[in-house]
């Protein structure tokens, strides 16, 4: 493969305390009931409106959803580097790749603004092109992000591979028509991803090496 287009949360980065401390922390303010962090982990994976949506009592019926929703975006622009780091082996992994000459990007249903400033603060060295959630481009598992992705890197999906870690990341690959590696140390657990279509299932990063 020379293309490796990776998912974030949960495939690169540990985010999980970081999303669950900023999630409980408007949860609170609202006088919400909080949420554990395995309840988070069930509800990432859509996007960061959709965690609220299913953290909050009610989700977009909610009369005060905006207002939550606003106040979590606001507390996890500011602490989203709090806990956050890269899983055993990521940074190896992909220097080795840069090394190897491969093109990579980062495709992720976070919000734009935090995911160019984890990209740009852990992988800015190999990492060159991550797009976000943008009101003016459907997110994944539309294929729209991904294409986009490849567009900036000047290549096609041939020769291309996706990394993530979730059932809509299985998804977003089949809907671009290329092949989806799911990783075994993020949000999902083995059962999980088998039962939703997971074909090639790594558990380290450094097997990404050998594809």
């Given at each position: 493969m020379e293309t490796f287009i990776f998912d974030l949360d949960g495939t690169l980065l540990n985010t999980l305390d970081d999303l669950a401390a900023s999630c409980n922390y408007a949860l609170h303010s609202a006088g919400m009931p909080e949420r554990t962090v395995?309840?988070?982990?069930?509800?990432?994976?859509?996007?960061?409106?959709?965690l609220m949506e299913r953290a909050i009592p009610g989700g977009l019926e909610h009369p005060r959803f905006a207002?939550?929703?606003?106040?979590f975006r606001a507390h996890y622009l500011e602490h989203n580097l709090d806990t956050t780091q890269p899983y055993p082996g990521i940074m190896s992994m992909l220097a080795e790749l840069d090394r190897r000459g491969k093109r990579m990007?980062?495709?992720s249903n976070k919000f734009y603004a935090a995911t160019?400033?984890?990209?740009?603060?852990?992988?800015?060295?190999?990492?060159h092109v991550a797009i976000g959630e943008r009101e003016t481009?459907?997110?994944?598992?539309?294929?729209?992000t991904v294409v986009e992705a490849m567009r900036q890197l000047g290549v096609d999906g041939r020769e291309a591979?996706?990394?993530?870690?979730s059932d809509v990341d299985i998804e977003t690959a089949w809907n671009v028509g290329i092949?989806?590696?799911?990783?075994?140390?993020?949000?999902?657990?083995?059962?999980?991803?088998?039962?939703?279509?997971?074909?090639?299932?790594?558990?380290?990063?450094?097997?990404?090496?050998?594809?």
């Open positions: 395995d309840e988070v982990r069930c509800f990432v994976g859509n996007g960061v409106k959709k207002e939550v929703y606003a106040t990007a980062v495709v160019q400033e984890l990209c740009a603060h852990f992988f800015g060295d190999y990492i481009i459907r997110k994944k598992p539309a294929p729209d591979v996706y990394v993530g870690d092949p989806c590696v799911s990783v075994l140390w993020g949000f999902r657990d083995r059962a999980f991803l088998l039962q939703h279509g997971a074909r090639k299932l790594i558990a380290s990063p450094a097997e990404l090496l050998s594809l």
